[in-house]
């Protein structure tokens, strides 16, 4: 069973930064993605940044590309998401999900397996 634990949110003024964390544990997949998305209330769940862990290259969406960095750590089986320049519209519960067999990143309803979520605020 896959378990993913995210933490690093919190209150944070516009211009700020934050660094979220995901560390996974239990089993292991051979070929898999990792993804984070965002839920705002009254939204629905929105993409944010993505990779497979056999590749070396992040994807983000629009709205935070330039902003945001996905990064991995292997070994600990954790990834990532540097959040530079901070906007009021960042402000969401931030999730983690995994799986396999993933055809794209964006797409939350490929993945399987969800955190339960980490608070981002931003205020003005």
């Known amino acids: 069973q896959v378990q993913l634990v995210e933490s690093g949110g919190g209150l944070v003024q516009a211009g700020g930064s934050l660094r979220l964390s995901c560390a996974a544990s239990?089993?292991?997949?051979?070929?898999?993605?990792m993804g984070w998305f965002r839920q705002a209330p009254g939204k629905e769940r929105e993409f944010v940044a993505g990779l497979w862990w056999s590749g070396d290259t992040s994807f983000y969406a629009d709205s935070v590309k330039g902003r945001f960095t996905m990064s991995r750590d292997n070994a600990a089986n954790t990834v990532y998401l540097q959040m530079n320049g901070l906007k009021p519209e960042d402000t969401a519960v931030y999730y983690c999900?995994?799986?396999?067999?993933?055809?794209?990143?964006?797409?939350?309803?490929?993945?399987?397996?969800w955190g339960k979520g980490t608070p981002v605020t931003v205020s003005s």
């Open positions: 999900a995994t799986g396999e067999r993933i055809v794209s990143l964006m797409d939350h309803h490929e993945y399987p397996y």
């Open positions: 239990g089993r292991t997949f051979i070929r898999s993605a």
